[in-house]
């Protein structure tokens, strides 16, 4: 019994033995693609995702007042000591040029915080102390509002939530509430939801017009399929910006399609086909278009004629079949592909750039809008994570629905 | 018996599908009502063809189906109400069992009640009840086979069509599912058009067996028929065992002949298919039909050497070199006087003439 026992424990541990040299293995041949995955992609994202909330360049600029006004108790103004830093603060970023970041950045949350400090930043020297507290409101009675030190209390943190708010049209308030933006100055929540309506019709498309062309490739003889699947992936052979571009040659208003409609008399005047929401729609969805047919036809290809042909014995008519057998087991196939058309749909950039008009940029138009011309990545990083947070709790809605697990990719 | 009376015939169907090789080339098949029919041949020989212009999946290149009397074609294939059971099952894995019985009574717009009594019946009749909530990703092949065929015959199918349905269980569920199928055939009364490649399969459960090669049937016979009474060298070589001599036909006496074998021995044979003296023919003798003598003692007794013996618990297997053929298999029941051979022995044997089948080689 007692040996049996001894016995079943060897038993077990060689069993381990033999497991955990399958596992080093198994690490082994996994490890390159992490390190790539953790060095080229992790990190980058969390850095840019880090930017969003990243404040430090404001308490780096402003030093000694970052680290006083925290005893501030946010009632009456500050005492002595906190004026004294912030002069003596003001003189050192003046001389160093980050006063106008400062003021740019404290006026987000307060208009004329900009003016206010480059006008005490340029006549510094005249601020005569000590009592540097009566000196600074006799030069400007801002200075004594409490309001302004309010925003600067909150503005010298290490974090701020201050761009993420703004990616959503959110502000602080004088209060240190958030509130709405006024409505001319929103316009993020429109951008975000264009995205989404343009990555949804979209998708939309891609499935209408992709369900019959991976059906019939998936039930034609394997010469046709071959012809149809390199017509289909021809699209991959040549650059995204020179497919972007033929679609302006083919659709601008002396272009292919004006000039036939013309020339046949059904219009007299060119039709705006381009750079408006048409030509987004009509170049995206080609460009898309593979991503949907892929993972259909592989799923198209898995489902046996049988099927169909059981249910119609059954008693079904043709469409009956197609509706209650034929399509639910293309659910995967659906689901995985509009997931792909519709997540690079929401980050996509060259296309809606090229082909469409101002009102019809996208997200990632703004991002690079932000990175390359006003060099604000905070602003940039902030509309990445709404982005991301956006496409993550579609995924998991959307995944839960369509069950990922058993989605075919290709 | 008139046209009108047959449930199902071919006549003279022909069936290509690349407009070059003929798959089925000249089918004519009756079948009665209530029959259990077999299609009988070997993989590749067009069985699952004829199944599929019967269902309406495939339509006949020339000559005509007609089913209850009228042409098939002119009935769409959810009209036939022909219920099929397909080889891999074919049950629809994203609805539960007691959906996918309740399929076929839906799309007939059969009130809610009557379906669920009607599929409880359905899954009675194939023992499988407890297991309607069950999806079919989680049977085992014999569960699928059982559902497969419930689907079939809830909504009280005139006939339907198995291909070969129990192809992947193994031997013993295989056994054990023929008699089910053929149970159930016989209380419901419907007729079934079964297929199989496998001829124990044929025999146990049909009434009739349609043997195909090469497109068209070779022979329609009942299973004791088309064992006993082969009409040609390929039915006598498919199904069974049989024993086969050469050699060319000397005089004919009404139904029988004298053929004289290779070594000159002469013996008599039942004409089948051979018609004309010099005519070159086959003997077919079943192996368990050939009797076993001391020493040759009559004319039509041939002499045999044993080349192997081989004991197989209730009969005893030896092979034997007879005119020249060195395959000659008799079968000897282990009786408790039967006869004892060694290896290398001469012995005599012989068999009734009836048993001795003169075919066309
Ligand atoms: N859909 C089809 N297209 C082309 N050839 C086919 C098709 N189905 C069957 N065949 C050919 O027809 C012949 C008979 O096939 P089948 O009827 O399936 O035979 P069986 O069921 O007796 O094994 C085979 O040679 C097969 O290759
Ligand atoms: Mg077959």
Redesign the interface.
Known sequence: MSEQLADNISLKKKLQKAERRKKIEALGLISPLFFVMLVFFFIPIALMLYRSIDNSQMPAALPQTADIIQQWSGEGLPDEATYAAIVGDMRIANEEKKLGMVGRRLNFDLVGYYSLLSKTGRKIDEIKGPPYKEALINFDKKWGDTRYWTVMERGLKDKTLLYLLAAMDLKYDENNKIVKVPEYEAIYISIISRTVYISISITILCLILGFPIAYYMANSPPRTRNLLMIILLLVFWTSLLVRTLSWILVLQNNGVVNNFLMFSGIINQPLELVFNRFGVYVAMTHVLLPFMVLPLYSVMRSIPADYVRAARSLGAKSITAFIRVYLPQTLPGIGAGALMVFIQALGYYITPALVGGPRDQMVSYFVAFFVNERVNWSMASSLGVVLLILTGSLYLMFGKKVNIANMKLG | MSNQEFHVSFKNVQKSYDGKILVVKDLNLDIEKGKFVTMLGPSGSGKTTCLMML???ESATSGEILFNGKPINKIP????????V???Y?L???MSVGENLA??LQ??KIAKPEVEVMVKNALDMVQMVDFIDRYPGQLSGGQKQRIALA??LV?NPELV?MDEPLGALDKQLREQMQYEIKHIHERLGVSVVYVTHDQAEALTMSDQIAVFNDGIIQQLASPEDLYERPENSFIAQFIGENNQLRGVIEKIDKNIALVALEGGKKVSALMVDVKDIGENTILSIRPERVIIKPRASNSTDIDGKVLELIYLGDHIRCRMMVAGNDEFIVKMPNSSNHAQLKVGEEIGISWEKEDCRALKP
């Open positions: 269902a309406g999946f294939p959810h009209k036939r109400g022909i219920g099929m397909f080889q891999n074919a629809f894995p994203h399929f076929p799309v007939r689907r079939a909504f069509l």
